[in-house]
């Protein structure tokens, strides 16, 4: 095993988990600031891939379709909590059961709309090369991604007027609401911001993730899992999980198999809900 | 008060209250038998209504969790996919040996899914995993196998089980002659097995195995502070939910005789809730009638259950179920009989609740047997250099304390002075960062809450704690019946404390009418029944009268003659007619000590009541 082959596998590792994060961000911050796991998350994912992919089809070029993909599947989030979530308010159980309905029929509402297989736009044919190893440039970019969104969020929950609103109306919604913060105008705010974040995810990774409907659930099963193990912390705890589990699987995945990979995420997983049944970060005096 | 209000209508034992419905299951067989034999013209639709009877019997494993324990899974066909599959293995192998097909595959489908979901439940259960977390883990759970099923291969004496193309050859109905049975033949089998579940369901649950499980699913923390193992009753219930799933997937094999990875899908997955909400969750019946209703609906409108826009529908339906029909079919009915009875006992909103508790007269003379242990070691509870941090909070700080029998003990102090935390380090509802807490001569503190108050701590947290939907005997019989382990003397132990408490005319009432003063009661008897050597009370004459007051000042006197008493309050009269040892906490730590007239002319204790001068840190 060379030098080159060892930084080939961490940088291939590390584009992986990064892809985990791009798809879990959105999870993890209407886990961490409404205590709502969203179900439809994957569906929301494809949401945002298929805008993303009709819109090239209509011949916008990509950054901006990736934008589109973004605000559609953001304002579709909205009308959602307005819908549903806001009406289930405390009843933790069941606005899972609905979102899972919603999941569904998003699910179903795609095979319709596009069948069940849909071609891809493709990845750009740019790779890097170290030594006589190659990794495509686009998986490389995806770590420069993952990185902006998670200092973006660190931006947007730390100086903007939105951000400290939002985490005071968490740490305290009465309070919050007697110094005029609408607590529910910053639900359907956040909420729309999660699923933003799935539609983003869904459109930045279309060149690696063509667009079907059952993307939604290959793509969540290790989301949902992320948000378990991550905790309530919806930064630094996501981070640290997918940091984890992400890359360790990936390194697992390159050295042996997918499938050594995947069970070694699950391993994991089970071990640390052991240590931590409540997730790594549940315990942390850090609250982001 | 004479024997004879025992024997009034009032005094429901809570098999009699859970068992009052028990003829549904019967009954509702009954009738399907009679509606099934009018369709029996129809072989097909014999057939096809055999299958929703399966349905049913999926959706009871669900409810069983999530209606009656609270746990919500959504993993139920993961172990209805397994019983399937392994079931159909078994009958393929096996069934040539002797006795037909199903005395093969019904056993190992139940086996199989039981020891999954044992597998799956003791990860989630003792770990302690949160409720929303143990619902997301049931979910990714089915995801997994869904796709692990579609590669997976593998061959096992007749039976191939082939990724994608799932398992074929499944033999069907066989009887013991060896015969294939017709579609009416299958679903009188059916039907049989379901009722015979339903109905060991509903005995089991009639059982105070089955009152514990209602229990943990309204208050799980004061069930484990009664000295229940939660996690055990939760890991037994989640295993037989499991039973259930796979007992009905290899059913559903045989029906089939095909099975294909898609019924791990969460297509297939999404049904089991729309079953339990459509007939009505918590009635266990419900499911069944769900079941049919959806099944019937889609047989005579058309499409199979899975298939076309029915997913679309589903997935809609539910939404639209979860936000508008909150008690579902049955639970409506239910609803509608009660009201006509006239008796709605859940009517929060109602005027029924008394704002004043002037109807309690406390009999101290009956307390007398109710209390102190047996053996012979003295009582004691310790703690050395306790530190309970909550990020940048640590509400106890250094707290070294012993309490032993004699006076009563006081905690007094400020709010936010750490008393009630220090209280939750002692029963283990917090774990201690650093330091120990020992009872008696041993150190507790890494054990669990209900280990400790087996062990004869009990507590009386500051905001009452009660099982609502429970009547006030079933209340004090539940923790009577953790400490004696014999329905029949937690009986006699419930209606004494019952007497001593006044209470008796109230012991049909639910907790949840009951005033606070009254639930405050209630509580203090609750922990009572569990027969502890150490007591603590956090605030226990909040929201009392003064001739209240006055009666829980004796009982407190009589009991620490036997017991340790621990009392938090901020009432300083009532701690003076305690003749307590006065322990001041301030900032999580022990400020000062003394009786309360020697601390009453300590200047510095008014301080930091007060908040003023240099005791009083800046925050």
Not at chain 2, 38 to 45: G, I, K, N
Request: some cysteine; hydrophobic content about 50%; charged content about 10%.
């Amino acid at each position: 095993m060379t030098l080159d082959y060892i930084a080939i596998a961490i940088l291939s590792s590390l584009s992986t988990a990064s892809i985990l994060l791009i798809a879990t961000l959105g999870l993890a911050i209407v886990f961490g600031l409404m205590g709502v796991i969203n179900l439809a998350h994957g569906e929301m994912i494809m949401f945002g891939a298929y805008a993303a992919l009709l819109s090239t089809r209509l011949g916008v070029p990509f950054p901006l379709a990736v934008l589109l993909a973004t605000g559609a599947t953001a304002l579709f989030g909205a009308v959602v909590e307005i819908l549903i979530i806001r009406r289930l308010y405390g009843r933790m159980l069941d606005t899972m059961l609905a979102t899972w309905g919603l999941s569904l029929a998003l699910y179903q509402s795609a095979v319709l709309a596009f069948g069940s297989v849909t071609p891809g736009i493709g990845m750009p044919q740019m790779t890097v090369r170290i030594g006589q190893y190659g990794v495509s440039a686009y998986m490389v970019f995806l770590i420069f991604v993952a990185v902006s969104c998670v200092a973006g969020l660190f931006w947007l929950l730390t100086r903007t007027g939105y951000g400290i609103m939002a985490r005071a109306a968490i740490a305290d919604a009465e309070t919050a609401s007697a110094i005029g913060i609408e607590s529910s105008r910053m639900n359907t705010v956040t909420f729309a911001l999660g699923a933003g974040l799935a539609g983003f995810a869904g459109a930045i990774l279309l060149p690696v993730f063509p667009a079907t409907p059952s993307m939604g659930f290959a793509l969540a099963i290790k989301a949902f899992l992320a948000v378990v193990v991550a905790g309530p912390l919806p930064l630094s705890g996501t981070v640290t999980a997918i940091g984890t589990l992400g890359t360790a699987g990936g390194i697992t995945s390159s050295i042996w198999s997918t499938a050594a990979g995947d069970l070694f995420f699950f391993g994991t997983t089970i071990l640390i809900l052991r240590l931590w049944p409540n997730g790594i970060s549940s315990l942390w005096r850090y609250k982001l | 008060m004479n024997s004879s209000v025992f024997t009034s209508r009032r005094l429901i034992s809570p098999e009699q209250m859970l068992g009052s419905r028990w003829w549904w299951g019967p009954g509702l067989a009954v009738a399907a038998l009679i509606g099934a034999a009018s369709l029996f013209a129809d072989p097909y639709l014999a057939y096809v209504a055999s299958s929703w009877i399966i349905f049913g019997l999926l959706g009871l494993s669900l409810d069983l969790v999530w209606g009656r324990s609270g746990i919500l899974s959504l993993g139920q066909t993961a172990f209805y996919g397994i019983g399937g599959y392994l079931g159909g293995i078994a009958a393929i192998n096996l069934s040539e040996l002797a006795g037909g097909t199903l005395v093969w595959s019904l056993p190992v489908g139940a086996l199989a899914g039981a020891l999954f979901a044992a597998l799956v439940g003791g990860l989630i259960f003792y770990s302690r995993i949160g409720t929303l977390q143990a619902t997301v883990l049931t979910y990714a759970l089915t995801l997994v196998l869904w796709t692990a099923a579609v590669s997976f291969k593998i061959t096992i004496g007749d039976a191939v089980v082939g990724g994608d193309n799932g398992l074929s050859d499944i033999p069907g109905f066989v009887s013991f002659t060896g015969e294939v049975m017709d579609p009416k033949g299958t679903f009188i089998v059916v039907l049989t097995v379901a009722t015979v579940v339903l109905m060991l369901v509903q005995a089991l649950l009639r059982t105070p195995f089955g009152t514990i499980l209602s229990c943990i699913r309204m208050n799980p923390t004061k069930a484990e502070l009664l000295g229940y193992d939660i996690r055990y009753y939760q890991l037994a219930v989640f295993s037989l939910s499991g039973a259930i799933a796979g007992l009905a997937g290899a059913l559903y094999g045989s029906w089939s005789n095909y099975l294909s990875p898609s019924i791990f899908s969460p297509q297939e997955a999404l049904l089991v809730p729309i079953y339990v909400l459509v007939g009505g969750r918590g009635t266990l019946i419900g499911p069944f009638v769900g079941a049919v209703v959806v099944g019937g609906l889609s047989f005579w409108l058309g499409g199979g259950v899975i298939g076309g826009q029915t997913t679309l529908i589903m997935g809609l339906g539910l939404i639209v179920l979860v936000l508008f029909l909150k008690r579902g079919i049955l639970g409506t009915i239910m609803d509608v009989i009660a009201t006509g009875q006239g008796s709605i006992r859940l009517n929060r909103t109602g005027g029924s609740v008394d704002d004043h508790a002037s109807s309690l007269k406390i009999d101290l003379a009956q307390l007398r047997g109710l209390v102190g242990r047996r053996g012979a070691n003295q009582p004691s509870l310790r703690s050395e250099g306790a530190v309970k941090r909550f990020g940048g909070v640590t509400p106890v700080k250094n707290i070294s304390q012993s309490f032993s029998l004699g006076r009563v003990h006081c905690l007094i102090g400020p709010n936010g002075a750490g008393k009630s935390s220090f209280l939750r380090c002692c029963t283990g509802f917090y774990r201690l960062n650093s330091g120990s807490v020992f009872y008696g001569k041993e150190e507790i503190t890494r054990w669990p809450m209900f280990k400790r108050a087996r062990a004869g701590i009990g507590i009386k947290t500051q905001a009452a704690q009660v099982f609502d939907e429970f009547d006030v005997y079933t209340n004090l019989w539940i923790a009577a019946y953790r400490h004696h382990g014999n329905a029949a003397e937690a009986h006699i132990h419930s209606e004494q404390m019952l007497r001593m408490l006044g209470l008796m005319a109230k012991a049909g009432k639910p907790a949840s009418e009951l005033s606070h003063g009254e639930q405050q009661w209630l509580d203090i008897g609750m922990v009572l029944c569990t027969a502890p050597s150490v007591l603590l009370l956090d605030e226990p004459a909040a929201g009392m009268t003064g001739e209240e007051t006055r009666h829980l000042s004796l009982l407190v006197r009589i009991l620490a003659q036997e017991v340790v008493v621990v009392v938090v309050e901020h009432d300083m009269e009532f701690i003076r007619t305690l003749d307590a040892e006065v322990t001041v906490l301030h900032q999580g730590a022990v400020f000062a000590q003394g009786s309360i007239d020697d601390l009453r002319k300590d200047e510095r204790i008014l301080d930091i009541y007060l908040g003023r001068r240099e005791h009083v840190r800046d925050l």
